[in-house]
């Protein structure tokens, strides 16, 4: 979590922390240019991490509808940029949930939420790919909950081996999509693709 942290100081130390790392990169760092980058980018962290200040519970807990509804839900390509924790570089892609309700149901742009709420964090593809299952799991309680995430590592792009367009494929399966290779299956072909996908239940 972000801790207690007031805005005026956080913006003050990123900005200091920025000055510094410009400072290893080029010494002519009071170049117009460069002046208001430690600014902008303080302000950037701000929204490329306001995640920490969105609370699953409030984005799933407000819309609660009973529903006889117990067919497959699915919510293909949602877009999103996260920040790799190793690199601190972005990765991106989609996202694609399924789950089969239990009586409780969330509109759609409430699943987007709870995308850019884990997302918009520092992350690993995997963790965030179960914390998106586990909430959906804990909160809507479903039968089962499928999330795959696919994305591009710019920390695979930019650096090491550079190898661009590279995707990489995480899973994370509960309940009957866990269980039952029946709704494994009807899960993959709503997808339009196999299961080539490395699971995880971290
Ligand atoms: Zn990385």
Redesign the pocket.
Known sequence: MRGKMSKEIRMAMRKDAVIMLLKTVERGFTREGLKETPDRVARMYEEIFAGYDMNPEEILGKVFVKDPHQELVLMKDIPFYST?E??L?PFFGKVHIAYIPKGKIVGISKLIRLVECYSRRLQIQERMTSQLADTIDDILAPLGVAVIVSAE?M?ITLRGVRKPGVVTRTAALRGVFFDDIRARSEFYNLLGGKDDSHSSRL
């Open positions: 790799c190793h690199h570089t590592h920390c």
